[in-house]
């Protein structure tokens, strides 16, 4: 069961209780809706309980996006919304905010990142040159892309960029894995304890967080993908055989293209409602698109 691979701390969490009967002490949950979303939220409070976990002591607030993806009335306004809120206390007062996306435009699975820094809202440049723009905050953003296609690790690029710009904060997007087919796709984890670029699948990066570059980084991102092996575990439980295969084979929704459009679009806005409030998701919707 240790061959079981998920980015979210609400699945570890489960796991963990499945594997032991009781939940972990250092670890608080509690469940809510939010703009009508239900939304799970783990804190991880002891280095104890993080060192069971795998996942960094902070905040986990997972959200279960169903309803956008089955075009409710108003679902991705309240998405947006719902995004905002859950962002919003954890985003320090002030200061420039650097939005960078991970992953390769190349792979759909991957592109949840750079996607959803071509919908947030930049604000840097109009922030510093033009005085009607003072009371935005400044939001810089970067697609970093990936080693294989631009030769320089995203955390070299990313440690660059925090030194020159001395940001306030670093929002890391990022495509994730999961334990289980049902939240592939659907679901949105929030974090305030950096990430690791390419962990879902395997290829551990360079970590993004407050040790590494000095300032708060707050993580967003989507499963869209599960490993083989951990799919057989999630489907057969005890009945799957010790040696499972499929560690290096992903699986990924037959909608994915569709999915990662409409929930990078979400985290996107959410972003940048959460970052400037005083705009309206009608007036980022004619500032960004």
């Known amino acids: ?10 699945e570890a969490h489960q796991l963990h209780q499945e594997r032991n009967g009781e939940t972990l002490e250092g670890v608080e949950c509690r469940d809510a809706a939010c703009q009508g979303y239900e939304t799970h939220v783990v804190r991880v409070t002891t280095p104890q309980a993080a060192q069971a976990l795998g ?3 902070g905040t986990y607030v997972t959200m279960e996006l169903d309803g956008l993806l089955r075009r409710e009335e108003a679902g991705f306004a309240r998405a947006v919304e719902a995004i905002a809120q859950q962002l919003s206390p954890m985003l320090p007062a002030q200061g420039l905010a650097l939005v960078v996306g991970l992953g390769n435009r190349a792979i759909t699975p991957d592109l949840v990142g750079p996607k959803a820094v071509d919908y947030t809202l930049v604000t840097r440049h109009l922030v510093e040159q033009l005085p009607q723009f003072g009371h935005l905050r400044p939001v810089a953003a970067v697609a970093t892309g990936v ?8 955390g070299t690029l990313v440690e660059a960029l925090v030194e020159r710009l001395r940001p306030g904060c670093v929002l ?10 049902h939240r592939l796709c659907r679901t949105v ?27 708060p980084v707050l993580s967003l991102g989507v499963p ?13 439980g005890d009945n799957a055989p010790e040696d499972v295969p499929g560690r290096d084979l992903f699986v990924t929704p037959r909608e994915v293209d569709s999915r990662v459009a409409d929930l990078s679009r979400v985290l996107g806005y959410g972003i940048s409602r959460a970052l400037n ?10 500032l960004v698109e």
Do not use: C, F, W
């Not at 890391?172 to 087919?181: N, T």
């Not at 409030?277 to 004619?286: A, H, I, K």
């Open 1 to 10: 069961m240790n061959a079981i691979r998920t980015d979210l701390a609400l």
């Open 55 to 57: 996942k960094p002591v």
């Open 147 to 154: 080693l294989g296609t631009t030769g320089v690790e995203s």
């Open 172 to 181: 890391a997007v990022d495509a994730l894995a999961s334990r289980s087919v």
């Open 189 to 215: 984890q929030l974090s305030d304890t950096g990430i690791v670029p390419g962990s879902g699948v395997g290829n551990h990066r360079h970590a993004l967080n407050r040790e590494t570059l000095g300032v």
């Open 224 to 236: 869209t993908v599960v490993d083989g092996a951990t799919l057989l575990y999630d489907l057969l």
């Open 277 to 286: 409030p005083s705009l309206s998701v009608e007036e980022l919707t004619m």
